[in-house]
Each structure stands twice: as structure tokens, then as C-alpha cells.
């Protein structure tokens, strides 16, 4: 069964950075797109970035493009999302999604951790 925890969410100061982590088991995910997602109050869930696991090929949103950066780490089975320069408009809550290359929608998520960018 395949797990997705998030991990590293927090309150920052407009400008600062975080990383965030999604520790995945359950699955080898070389077959798998791997992507980042958030949800404001009051909004829709919004595509953030995703990575392709095997091959690295990541995929942006036009509003963190230059300032998040998604990377994974094989040996420790890892989904990363560094986010610099952050803006109270980047305060959500995030969540960790899996899905097979051959699966149009995301099939597996995490539980989400919150980001507070405070300005």
C-alpha cells in the first residue's frame, strides 16, 4: 500500500525559504510521477510542480516557477520541495501525490502540512 507523509511545513517570513519532504513507501516509484499540490482557505486544490521519478523531468506552475525547486532522493525513497523566496500568497496548506506514468489523475496523497508565510 502506497504512503505518502509530509513533513517540514511551518510559519516563515515572507522572503524566507522551506523545504518540504514527502517520505514514500509502499510501491518502487520508478514508474511514477510524483507531484506537489496545495490548497488555500477558501480555494481549490492547485497544482504546485511534480517530477518525473524515473528520469528526473520536472513539471511547474507558472506562480513558483524560478523560486520552487522538486527533487527526489532514491536511496531514501524522498519527494523534496524547496521553496525560496516565499510570499503570502504561497500559504496553503501542501500535499504529497503519486500516480503511474500511465494514470491521468493522482491516485495516492498524503496528509498535507500546513505553510504559513507571514508578511
Known amino acids: 500500500q502506497v504512503q505518502l507523509v509530509e513533513s517540514g511545513g511551518g510559519l516563515v517570513q515572507a522572503g524566507g525559504s522551506l523545504r518540504l519532504s514527502c517520505a514514500a513507501s509502499?510501491?518502487?516509484?520508478?514508474?511514477?510521477?510524483m507531484g506537489w499540490f496545495r490548497q488555500a482557505p477558501g480555494k481549490e486544490r492547485e497544482f504546485v510542480a511534480s517530477?518525473?521519478?524515473?528520469?528526473?523531468?520536472?513539471y511547474y506552475a507558472d506562480s513558483v516557477k524560478g523560486r520552487f525547486t522538486i527533487s527526489r532522493d532514491d536511496a531514501k525513497n524522498t519527494v523534496y520541495l524547496q521553496m525560496n523566496t516565499l510570499k503570502s500568497g504561497d500559504t496553503a496548506v501542501y500535499y504529497c501525490?503519486?500516480?503511474?506514468?500511465?494514470?491521468?489523475?493522482?491516485?495516492?496523497w498524503g496528509q498535507g502540512t500546513q505553510v504559513t508565510v507571514s508578511s
Open positions: 501525490a503519486a500516480r503511474e506514468l500511465w494514470n491521468g489523475q493522482y491516485s495516492y
Open positions: 509502499g510501491r518502487t516509484f520508478s514508474s511514477y510521477y
Open positions: 517530477i518525473r521519478w524515473s528520469g528526473g523531468t520536472t
